[in-house]
Nanobody, 119 residues
Framework: QVQLIESGGGLVQAGGSLKLSCTQS????????MGWFRQAPGKEREFVAR????????EYADAVKGRFIISRDNARNTVSLQMNSLKPEDTGVYSC????????????WGQGTQVTVSS
């Protein structure tokens, strides 16, 4: 079965950058729309970004547009999230997902990685 493992989380000051990476095993990511979600303390999990399976078109949540970039490397079976100009409200557990739908659900999930942005 599909397994997703994230890396790259950590502590960063406001205005800084982090890059998250996710490696999938079991199935080729080119078969899936890949994406990222996050869950802030005391809040529900929310959609962050996704990248299409048949091309590299991407969609972003309004809160991260212009700051985050999602990318896919099919040869390495990885999807990444470059996060720039980070804000304290970006703090949360970020999870990689496969099979992300237009309505914000997914079929497979990674374990999550903590991102903390200090003010």
């Amino acid at each position: 079965q599909v397994q997703l493992i994230e890396s790259g989380g950590g502590l960063v000051q406001a205005g800084g950058s982090l890059k998250l990476s996710c490696t999938q095993s079991g199935r080729a990511i080119r078969q899936y729309v890949m994406g990222w979600f996050r869950q802030a303390p005391g809040k529900e999990r929310e959609f962050v970004a996704r990248i299409m399976s048949n091309d590299e078109a991407a969609e972003y949540a309004d809160a991260v547009k212009g700051r985050f970039i999602i990318s896919r490397d099919n040869a390495r079976n990885t999807v990444s999230l470059q996060m720039n100009s980070l804000k304290p409200e970006d703090t949360g557990v970020y999870s990689c997902a496969a099979g992300v739908t237009a309505w914000g659900t997914a079929t497979y999930w990674g374990q999550g990685t903590q991102v903390t942005v200090s003010s």
